[in-house]
């Protein structure tokens, strides 16, 4: 089966910027929509970016997502990182063959 | 705004049943794919169960399957998963989630003896 692959953790400092890969296994990742969710700890999972690179209202534009055919990945990016941005990071899409949604493993991601 | 909220879960046996609901609110409920996805303690994210817009198609990740089947009633703006057979490694948090932007805040399942 299709799979996502994520780094297990990141961390970067205050300010920064930080980038999070997901990985697809197999075709190609460009064929269906990639999707990122956040998940604070204790809480429930809120999207950040949809469709590749669409943010929900009220998501701020120092999230973005990209797609890159080449790696057969795709990035979620966060800017001026702040620590409220500390939580851990999903990736999600479809896979066609088998006809189900797939999530990647998470990214914690700590800011320090 | 988009409000969901799921309901139903609990404590239960093994080899039991449990139906989750998840009533939506704030968006036309009926134009929209629904799914419903878990959180087994300590875990990641799991993609459980899909029902398209007017519940035509179904579909259902492999450890479920047979077990659990997603439902809706648009007329209600309500999401259901009938879970049956209930394993302990069902122990988890399920949530719905309108297809892909928006999340419930769960409810607990637990299944112990």
């Known amino acids: 089966n299709f799979m996502l692959t994520q780094p297990h953790s990141v961390s970067e400092s205050p300010g920064k910027t930080v980038t999070i890969s997901c990985t697809g296994s197999?075709?190609?990742?460009?064929?269906?929509?990639v999707h990122w969710s956040q998940q604070r700890p204790g809480s429930a999972p809120t999207t950040v970016i949809y469709?590749?690179?669409?943010?929900p209202s009220g998501v701020p534009d120092r999230f973005s997502g990209s797609i890159d055919s080449s790696s057969n990945s795709a990035s979620l990016t966060i800017s001026g990182l702040r620590t409220e941005d500390e939580a851990d990071y999903y990736c999600?899409?479809?896979?066609?063959?088998?006809?189900?949604?797939?999530f990647g493993g998470g990214t914690k991601l700590t800011v320090l | 705004q988009v409000q969901l909220v799921e309901s139903g879960g609990g404590v239960v046996q093994p080899g039991r049943s449990l139906r989750l609901s998840c009533a939506a609110s704030?968006?036309?409920?009926?134009?929209?794919?629904m799914h419903w996805v878990r959180q087994a303690p300590g875990k990641g994210l799991e993609w459980v169960a899909a029902?398209?817009?007017?519940?035509?198609?179904?579909y259902h990740a492999d450890p479920v399957k047979g077990r659990f089947t997603i439902s809706r009633d648009n007329s209600r703006n309500m999401l259901y998963l009938q879970m049956n057979s209930l394993k302990i490694e069902d122990t988890a948090v399920y949530y719905c989630?309108?297809?892909?932007?928006?999340w419930g805040q769960g409810t607990l399942v637990t299944v112990s003896s």
């Open positions: 197999s075709g190609s990742i460009a064929s269906n929509d």
């Open positions: 999600q899409s479809f896979d066609s063959l088998n006809h189900l949604w797939v």
């Open positions: 704030g968006f036309m409920f009926r134009g929209y794919a």
């Open positions: 469709d590749n690179y669409e943010r």
């Open positions: 989630a309108r297809a892909w932007t928006d």
């Open positions: 029902i398209i817009y007017d519940g035509s198609n179904k």
